[in-house]
């Protein structure tokens, strides 16, 4: 086992650790904080079956688990600071983002068999690290605009909280904004092991 596949199974134990703790539990106060860690798990499950895949097909399944959370965990972080910020969402408009984020995962489902997310996937093993060089399809604008949209309005909705301070306690402020770091951290850091699986 290399050092990245090493990396990737502690990332996979730890949040799978979490999410039995918060089963165990019943620490979780609301579904979207219980899916987040279940689809973390799921998107570490398949960075770590990446670092293990031995050929294009076993490292495209990998990929396409990994983008479980490429697809959902930015709704959910979305979600769970708007919960924390006590700002509510309507029903409404998080049906269309859920749908939204499902026809991204759909259009994610087709690489290997359309051009529609990748147009092209390599494989590649060199120095202990397995990663896919890819060249983007017509729908994998996609992935970035929801992305971005999604943490530039969490991070909107924590400043807008900020200044109203009598809604929000510091201490949950805190937790968000360490999430945002730490997430920030997580991409960068993940650049260095797979150079751009993702």
């Not at 799978?16 to 499950?45: D, G, H, K, R």
């Not at 490292?59 to 979600?79: D, E, Q, R, S, T």
Request: a positive charge.
């Amino acid at each position: 086992m290399t050092v990245a596949s090493l990396y990737y199974l502690a990332c996979l134990a730890v949040t799978l650790a979490l999410l039995f703790y918060i089963v165990l539990t019943e620490c979780f106060s609301t579904v979207n904080q219980f899916l987040l860690v279940l689809v973390a798990s799921a998107a570490n499950a398949g960075y770590f079956a990446l670092s293990l895949s031995g050929n294009l097909q076993e490292a495209i399944l990998a990929n396409k688990i990994m983008y479980v959370g490429g697809a959902y965990l930015p709704l959910l972080c979305f979600l769970s600071v708007a919960e924390i910020c006590k700002i509510r969402i309507g029903s409404w408009v998080t049906r269309m983002c859920y749908t939204v984020q499902t026809l991204l995962f759909v259009s994610i489902c087709t690489i290997g068999y359309s051009g529609l997310y990748y147009k092209n996937v390599y494989y590649h093993f060199e120095n202990g690290i397995v990663f896919l060089t890819k060249e983007y399809g017509p729908l994998h604008i996609l992935y970035p605009v929801t992305m971005y949209l999604y943490l530039f309005l969490s991070a909107a909705m924590v400043l807008w909280s900020i200044r109203r301070r009598n809604v929000v306690s510091r201490k949950d402020m805190l937790i968000v904004l360490t999430g945002f770091s730490l997430v920030r951290w997580a991409l960068r850091s993940r650049d260095l092991w797979d150079s751009g699986s993702n």
